[in-house]
């Protein structure tokens, strides 16, 4: 195994302050992309999250056409679009448009949002026997948190609703990638065996990514279509090693990708001393606390406001696991933590996800991150 740094990207949710709104989220999100592609991060992502007050990124598609505007060099793609919610085809002349405009430097980030309400098997089963909290050679591996009970929730619901037309129902996950490789390609056909060709998007130059949590449907399909893969320790670190082991197990090597690629993600805060990074993390624990309650991403608490918080011990168990898989402290500490993630998943990339309620302090995370990586 390499002891060469393996590339960092970042992962923008365009996270709302509390106090903020959503052009000021917007705004930061251009100037820390700008600040990425200089700090030599390859890759700049947007998330897609609805319904959430304390999020911009809504519309990915959107705001890559203000990153990519704003920036030159530095890939800039979806992490990931819900297939749940569009076709197969506006995803393509989405991301065709994009390709138009930055030509050879988007990627097309696919996840299964939207999905996973409706079909049959979802949620997975709660583990029969209770699971501890584990170390893997330096590495938090927590239990692993079931999601199933928000999906029933009044906003989750609406989502639904608001998202989807009337009486629509979302198309077979693995068939969406299918449909969308093809059109890229310029071989897909009707029924009937006529060609349609999709404009802009047939030809472009994307790169597909499949983002999982787990090793069921999304790292299958990823494996056997030899596409990359990102395996989302952040959102799912209690399933990370048998996200990874499924989609390796499941890999057919293919003309763009003759072995495997994985890239983890990893929720990070660097400050120049540890002190100061607990404290900007202090929000952290209240803003998923939303999340996994339903309410979906808050305003992005101060260090302040998260202090006066009132916690049960049920809420506090509930965000137990992201708490303690988060790379909190100085660059060197965040760094090793950070080599041993990538040692454990054998990674060849690493996608970063900072949010701190100041934005000079979120660029000064990834710029600390950055000199102490070596990207710089």
């Not at 393996?6 to 709104?21: E, K, Q, R």
């Not at 969406?176 to 310029?186: H, N, S, T, Y």
């Not at 494996?223 to 395996?231: D, K």
Request: glycine share 10%; proline share 9%; no cysteine.
């Amino acid at each position: 195994m390499s002891e060469e740094p393996v590339p960092l990207s970042v992962l923008d949710l365009a996270p709302i302050s509390s106090g903020g709104d959503a052009a000021t989220a917007l705004r930061n999100t251009v100037d820390l992309a700008r600040a990425a592609e200089e700090l030599g991060y390859r890759r700049y992502w947007l998330a897609e999250h609805h319904l959430a007050t304390g999020v911009a990124s809504s519309q990915p598609a959107l705001v890559i056409a203000l990153v990519a505007g704003a920036t030159s060099r530095i890939r800039v793609g979806s992490g990931a679009v819900q297939l749940g919610f569009p076709t197969a085809l506006s995803v393509v002349e989405q991301f065709g448009t994009l390709d138009a405009i930055a030509p050879g430097r988007v990627d097309l980030g696919l996840g299964r949002g939207g999905q996973r309400a409706t079909r049959e098997g979802w949620p997975p089963p709660e583990p029969k026997e209770p699971v501890e909290t584990r170390e893997v050679n330096g590495v938090v591996i927590p239990p692993p948190f079931s999601p199933g009970r928000l999906l029933n929730l009044p906003r989750f619901l609406a989502q639904q609703e608001l998202l989807r037309p009337p009486g629509a129902q979302p198309r077979d996950y693995a068939e969406q990638v299918d449909e969308i490789r093809a059109l890229l390609a310029g071989t897909f056909t009707t029924p009937d065996g006529d060609p349609v060709h999709a404009v802009p998007g047939e030809g472009a130059a994307l790169q597909l990514w499949v983002l999982g949590s787990s090793g069921g449907e999304s790292a299958r399909v990823a494996g056997e279509r030899g596409l990359p893969f990102t395996a989302n320790y952040h959102v799912s670190p209690g399933t990370i090693l048998e996200t990874v082991a499924a989609y390796r197990a499941a890999f057919v090597p293919s003309a763009e990708r003759p072995e495997p690629r994985v890239q983890v993600s990893a929720d990070v805060l660097v400050a120049e001393d540890e002190a100061t990074a607990l404290r900007l993390a202090a929000g952290f624990g209240p803003w998923v606390r939303a999340i996994r309650t339903g309410r979906g991403a808050i305003p992005y608490p101060t260090p302040e406001e998260a202090e006066g918080f009132a916690w049960t011990e049920d809420e506090r168990a509930l965000v137990a696991d992201r708490l303690a898989t988060r790379f909190v402290g100085t660059p060197e500490q965040v760094a090793d933590g950070l080599r041993r993630l990538r040692n454990v998943t054998d990674a060849d990339e690493l996608l970063i996800t900072t949010i701190t309620h100041d934005h000079a302090a979120r660029v000064r995370s990834y710029r600390l991150l950055a000199e102490v990586w070596g990207l710089t």
